[in-house]
């Protein structure tokens, strides 16, 4: 199924490619803090259709995975960088148009914070 998404401020749009079966919630340091429901899938799923000057890259530790934010409202609507099997999005589940985050309620933890 293919998602429309945003930020708050609509700054930046995107649309993404899945069926939502790999939902979870990031243990990291930043993502445990927003409390973030993200959705794992390959780079190519992911297509940002405007805002690219209104994303800012923002990363720590590693420094392998790039948390973005709109740099007008402050929303992290996706990530990126390297996964097991190649480059992929990490997509904010909030953001998505249509989508009731309270359906994935019980996501795993996916655990960043040992990464």
Not at 26 to 43: H, Y
Not at 52 to 78: E, L
Not at 107 to 113: E, H, K, L, S
């Given at each position: 199924?293919?998602?429309?998404?945003?930020?708050?401020?609509?700054?930046?749009?995107?649309?993404?490619?899945?069926?939502?079966?790999?939902?979870?919630?990031?243990?990291?340091?930043?993502?445990?803090?927003?409390?973030?429901?993200?959705?794992?899938?390959?780079?190519?799923?992911?297509t940002v259709l405007s805002g690219?000057?209104?994303?800012?890259?923002?990363?720590?530790?590693?420094?392998?995975?790039?948390?973005?934010?709109?740099?007008?409202?402050?929303?992290?609507?996706?990530?990126?960088?390297?996964?097991?099997?190649?480059?992929?999005?990490?997509?904010?589940?909030?953001?998505?148009?249509?989508?009731?985050?309270?359906?994935?309620?019980?996501?795993?933890?996916?655990?960043?914070?040992?990464?």
């Amino acid at each position: 199924m293919t998602y429309e998404g945003s930020c708050h401020c609509g700054a930046i749009t995107f649309t993404v490619q899945t069926a939502l079966d790999q939902v979870a919630r990031c243990n990291c340091s930043l993502c445990g803090r927003a409390g973030t429901l993200m959705a794992f899938v390959p780079a190519s799923a992911h297509t940002v259709l405007s805002g690219k000057d209104h994303y800012v890259d923002y990363q720590f530790g590693s420094k392998t995975i790039h948390h973005g934010f709109c740099k007008t409202c402050g929303i992290r609507p996706y990530g990126s960088g390297n996964g097991e099997h190649g480059p992929m999005a990490m997509i904010n589940v909030g953001c998505l148009k249509g989508v009731d985050v309270r359906d994935h309620a019980n996501a795993p933890i996916y655990d960043g914070a040992s990464r």
